[in-house]
C-alpha cells in the first residue's frame, strides 16, 4: 500500500476516500512538525498539504515521494523546481477554495465600511458611537479585481448585486471575456486611479513580487481601500506605508510573509487583519481535501494529471531550448510592454527542434503569462491561449536557410489607442551558452541573456551610449558590457548594455525620455 502523510489540518474526507479506495495507508497528523514526520515516515509515497513549507530537506527525507499534492490554489511554499529535480510531481487544485476567498473579500469590505469590529468593541464596553461609527455603502462604488482568474472572476460576480463599476486588470485577458462578467479591461495604474476598492488576486511570483509599490499605491483616491488576500509578498509593505497615511488608505489584509503565530509587520498599517483565513471555511476545507484524494487517486490510475504545476521537458529535448524559448519570449514580452495586452505569438523553429514546435509554446506562455507555468502542458497552453482570446501560429520553416537550431518567436500587444506593437527576436544555443541573435531589424547580436540588462533602440547619432552611461552612473549602476548594433537601414541604433544590478523600469522610462528612445526595456534574465 502506498503511504500519504497529510501534515495539516484537512477535512477528513481526504483520508477517508483514500483509505476507502483500499490503495493507501493515511497517516494524518496536523500535530507534529512536517520535519518529524517525515523523519518518522521515510516511506511517503505522496504529500497532502496545505500552506505547509515543503523544502529541499523535506523531499530529501523522503526518499520514496512520488508526488505532493496542495490542496489549494497557491503553491509559493512548494520548492516546485526541486521537486522536479528530484522527480516529483507537484499538483494543486485550482479553484477548489475559490468560493471562500470572493467571500472573505466581500465581509473584509463591508465589515470595514460598517465598523463591524469596532462597533462590536465599543458597543459592549457600553458606549453609543452613533457619530463616530458613521459608515459608507458599497453600492455603487467602482472596485478593481487585479487578477481576473478563478478568484478574481467570484469576486466580480459576488460584488454584481451592488450594482458596483467593476475594472480588471489581467494580462491575458481579453477584452470580450471581461465584458462578459461586466468588467472593464484597464491598465494597472487605471485601475489604481480609478477605484473605490481594490482586491489582489495574483499569485506571489518573481515577476509579482513588490508589484504593488509607491508608484501605484500613490495614485489610488484618497480615502480608498486595499484588499490583499492573495499573498503578503506581492504588496512593498514600505512603499505603501509611506503613502497609506497621506492618502488615508485603507488596507484589508489577510496573508503574512510567514503562516504563524507572533507579531505582524503589517499590524500598523493594516485596518483589519485575518489570520489567513481566505480558504478556512469548512465548505472549501471539504472541497479542497477531496479534490486533493480525487486527483492523487486519478493521477496513480492514469499516470499522469492536468494538474501537475511542474512538468518536465520532452523526452529528446536539450533543456536548454526550453530555457532560450523562455529568454526570448520574456524579453519579447517586456519589448511589447509586460502590461499591454498581449494578441498574438508566432513562432518559428528550426532544425533538431522541430519536433519540439509544439511544445516550445509551454515556456513561451510562461514568460508572457503569470498565470502559467513552465510544468503545465501543450494542450493547457493552447486552451489557455484560446480562453485569453491570443491567436497562436508556429509557423512552416524553411531549413535551407542554415539557421541551425533556432527559435524566433514574434509578439504582439494592444497599445494605447488600439494599435499594435511588435517585435520579432531569434536566439539559439552556441558553445553551451544561449545567445540572442538577432531583435526586429538588429541582426548578429550574440547577446547572452544572462543577469540585468536594458535595452534602447533610437535613432542613431553621435553621444547617446555617453548620455545612458552617465545617467545609470546617476543611479549607481555599473555597466558590465556594451554593444551598440545599427539596424539594417543603417538609421537607428539599439544599446545594449548589461549591469551590474537591476534597473527599475521607471528609471529605463525616464533615460528612455531624454534620449528620445521609443523602445526602452530593463530587464533581469
Ligand atoms: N487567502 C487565501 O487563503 C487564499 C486562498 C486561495 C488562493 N489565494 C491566493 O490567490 C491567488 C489567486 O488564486 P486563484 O485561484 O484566483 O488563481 P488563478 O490562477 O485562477 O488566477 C490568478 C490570475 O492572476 C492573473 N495574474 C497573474 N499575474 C498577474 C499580474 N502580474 N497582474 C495581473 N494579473 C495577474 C492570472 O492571469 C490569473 O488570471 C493564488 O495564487 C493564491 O496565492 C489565497
Ligand atoms: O490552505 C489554506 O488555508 C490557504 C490556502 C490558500 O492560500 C491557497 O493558496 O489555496
Not at 496545505?50 to 526518499?63: G, H, N, Q, W, Y
Not at 467593476?166 to 486611479?193: C, I
Not at 489567513?276 to 471539504?286: D, K, M, Q, W
Not at 506593437?421 to 553551451?432: D, F, H, L, P, Q
Request: proline content about 3%; glycine content about 8%; hydrophobic content about 40%.
Amino acid at each position: 500500500m502506498k503511504k500519504v502523510l497529510i501534515p495539516t489540518k484537512l477535512n477528513a474526507v481526504a483520508r477517508e476516500l483514500l483509505k476507502d479506495s483500499g490503495g493507501y495507508n493515511v497517516v494524518h497528523d496536523d500535530s507534529t512538525e512536517l520535519k518529524e514526520l517525515a523523519a518518522q515516515h521515510p516511506d511517503t509515497y505522496a504529500l497532502i498539504v496545505r500552506s505547509d513549507k515543503v523544502t529541499p530537506e523535506i523531499i530529501d527525507a523522503l526518499p520514496e515521494l512520488k508526488v505532493i499534492v496542495r490542496a489549494g490554489a497557491g503553491y509559493n511554499t512548494i520548492d516546485i523546481r526541486y521537486a522536479r529535480q528530484r522527480g516529483v510531481d507537484v499538483m494543486n487544485t485550482p479553484g477548489a477554495n475559490a468560493n471562500a476567498v470572493a467571500e472573505e473579500v466581500v465581509t473584509l469590505m463591508l465589515a470595514d465600511a460598517r465598523h463591524v469590529v469596532q462597533a462590536d468593541v465599543s458597543t459592549r464596553e457600553g458606549k453609543w458611537e452613533k457619530k463616530t461609527l458613521m459608515g459608507r455603502e458599497l453600492t455603487g462604488k467602482t472596485v478593481g479585481i487585479v487578477g481576473f482568474g478563478a478568484i478574481g472572476r467570484l469576486v466580480a460576480r459576488r460584488l454584481a448585486g451592488f450594482d458596483i463599476k467593476l475594472l480588471t486588470y489581467d494580462p491575458v485577458l481579453s477584452e470580450d471575456r471581461a465584458e462578459e462578467f461586466g468588467a472593464e479591461l484597464v491598465d494597472l495604474p487605471t485601475l489604481f486611479e480609478r477605484c473605490d476598492y481594490i482586491s489582489l488576486h495574483i499569485p506571489e511570483n518573481d515577476d509579482t513580487r513588490g508589484m504593488i509599490n509607491k508608484d501605484l499605491a500613490g495614485r489610488m483616491k484618497e480615502g480608498a481601500t486595499l484588499v490583499n488576500c492573495a499573498r503578503a509578498g506581492i504588496i512593498n509593505e514600505d512603499d505603501l506605508r509611506a503613502v497609506k497615511a497621506e492618502k488615508n488608505i485603507r488596507f484589508l489584509n489577510d496573508v503574512y510573509p510567514k503562516d504563524a503565530a507572533g507579531e505582524k509587520s503589517v499590524a500598523d498599517i493594516a485596518d483589519l487583519m485575518m489570520p489567513h483565513l481566505g480558504a478556512s471555511t469548512v465548505e472549501a476545507n471539504y472541497n479542497a481535501a477531496k479534490r486533493a484524494a480525487d486527483q492523487l487517486m486519478e493521477y496513480d490510475e492514469k499516470g499522469m494529471s492536468t494538474y501537475i504545476v511542474n512538468r518536465d521537458v520532452p523526452e529528446g529535448l536539450d533543456e536548454m531550448y526550453a530555457d532560450l524559448a523562455y529568454d526570448l519570449a520574456h524579453l519579447a514580452r517586456q519589448w511589447v510592454g509586460a502590461r499591454n495586452k498581449l494578441k498574438m505569438i508566432e513562432t518559428s523553429v528550426y532544425g533538431s527542434l522541430k519536433p519540439f514546435s509544439d511544445w516550445m509554446i509551454v515556456p513561451i506562455l510562461a514568460a508572457v503569462s503569470e498565470e502559467f507555468d513552465r510544468s503545465m502542458e501543450a494542450a493547457a497552453a493552447r486552451e489557455y491561449l484560446k480562453d485569453m482570446g491570443i491567436d497562436y501560429n508556429d509557423r512552416e520553416t524553411d531549413d535551407t536557410k542554415n539557421y541551425g537550431n533556432t527559435i524566433t518567436i514574434d509578439l504582439a500587444a494592444n497599445v494605447d489607442h488600439g494599435s499594435l506593437r511588435r517585435v520579432s527576436i531569434r536566439g539559439t544555443v552556441a558553445e553551451g551558452r544561449l545567445m540572442i541573435s538577432r531583435i526586429d531589424d538588429f541582426d548578429k547580436l550574440y547577446f547572452e541573456p544572462e543577469g540585468h540588462a536594458v535595452f534602447f533602440r533610437y535613432e542613431d547619432r553621435p553621444g547617446v551610449l555617453g548620455q545612458i552611461g552617465v545617467a545609470l552612473a546617476d543611479h549607481g549602476i555599473n555597466i558590465d558590457d556594451v554593444r551598440n548594433p545599427h539596424d539594417e537601414s543603417g538609421k537607428y541604433s539599439l544599446a545594449i548594455m548589461k549591469t551590474s544590478s537591476p534597473v527599475d523600469q521607471e528609471i529605463v522610462d525616464r533615460i528612455a525620455g531624454e534620449i528620445d528612445a521609443p523602445y526602452a526595456v530593463g530587464i533581469t534574465f
